[in-house]
Nanobody, 125 residues
Framework: VQLQASGGGLVQAGGSLRLSCVAS????????VAWFRQAPGKEREFVSA????????DIAESVKGRFTISRDNAKKTVYLQMNSLRPEDTAVYFC???????????????????WGQGTQVTVSS
């Protein structure tokens, strides 16, 4: 499956952005889709995921209460709504997909075999 991430940009602290991840696969609904981010000099870290089977979502503590993940299977799109952005949210955001993620490894980047190209989010103070 091919993934296309978009929606990044430059925003002031406290602002909002909505990222989109569009998939090419018609069987998209069977995949768990996640967002990861990577800041300069840091490792790629988990942000949030939406697993179709069971419909559960998972979100990192660092963004809980500020970010929300949602998906529209008809549009083959997963969204990441980011509110109350902080300078420490500055990173390249990647979407990733997997058909074999289980709940215990949903936050592990090695569980995902398909990755989008990333979209830059910059939050100014």
């Amino acid at each position: 499956v091919q993934l296309q991430a978009s929606g990044g940009g430059l925003v002031q602290a406290g602002g909002s952005l909505r990222l989109s991840c569009v998939a090419s696969e018609n069987t998209f609904a069977r995949y768990t889709v996640a967002w990861f981010r990577q800041a300069p000099g840091k490792e790629r870290e988990f942000v949030s995921a939406y697993k179709f089977a069971g419909g559960y979502t998972d979100i990192a503590e660092s963004v809980k209460g500020r970010f929300t993940i949602s998906r529209d299977n008809a549009k083959k799109t997963v969204y990441l709504q980011m509110n109350s952005l902080r300078p420490e949210d500055t990173a390249v955001y990647f979407c990733a997909a997997s058909s074999s993620v289980i709940r215990s490894n949903v936050a592990s980047r090695t569980a995902y075999g398909y990755w989008g190209q990333g979209t830059q989010v910059t939050v100014s103070s």
